[in-house]
């Protein structure tokens, strides 16, 4: 089955660091494509980056330059490194994976096909 866990979220005070990780299953993180989602209270969910097999990322034009998406082969773990954070930058961030290509997903604005649980991200002016 498709599994993926997110952890790393937390509270801290604008300007500060936050790396969030997906953990995904071995069958999870060999066949699909991967990528990170937010939704803000009251908003709609956003696309944050999206990374495909070749190494081809797209970030949301309000992340570019401050978090940057990573992954680690031999642990199967997707990670998300948040620096310089805002208090717009709060919401809930979900790790997201699909058979089609995550950044053609987020490009377009559609809808993934798996989700993790979510991780509260949380900063402070």
């Known amino acids: 089955q498709v599994q993926l866990v997110e952890s790393g979220g937390g509270s801290v005070q604008a300007g500060g660091s936050l790396r969030l990780s997906c953990a995904a299953s071995?069958?999870?993180?060999?066949?699909?494509?991967m990528g990170w989602f937010r939704q803000a209270p009251g908003k709609e969910r956003e696309g944050v980056v999206a990374?495909?097999?070749?190494?081809?990322?797209r970030y949301a034009n309000s992340v570019k330059g401050r978090f940057t998406i990573s992954k680690d082969n031999a642990k199967n773990t997707l990670y998300l490194q948040m620096n310089s954070l805002k208090p717009e930058d709060t919401g809930m961030y979900y790790c997201?994976?699909?058979?089609?290509?995550?950044?053609?997903?987020?490009?377009?604005?559609?809808?993934?096909?798996?989700w993790g649980q979510g991780t509260q991200v949380t900063v402070s002016s």
């Open positions: 997201a994976a699909d058979l089609k290509s995550m950044t053609y997903i987020q490009a377009l604005g559609l809808t993934p096909g798996y």
């Open positions: 071995a069958y999870t993180y060999s066949t699909y494509y």
């Open positions: 990374i495909d097999r070749d190494g081809t990322t």
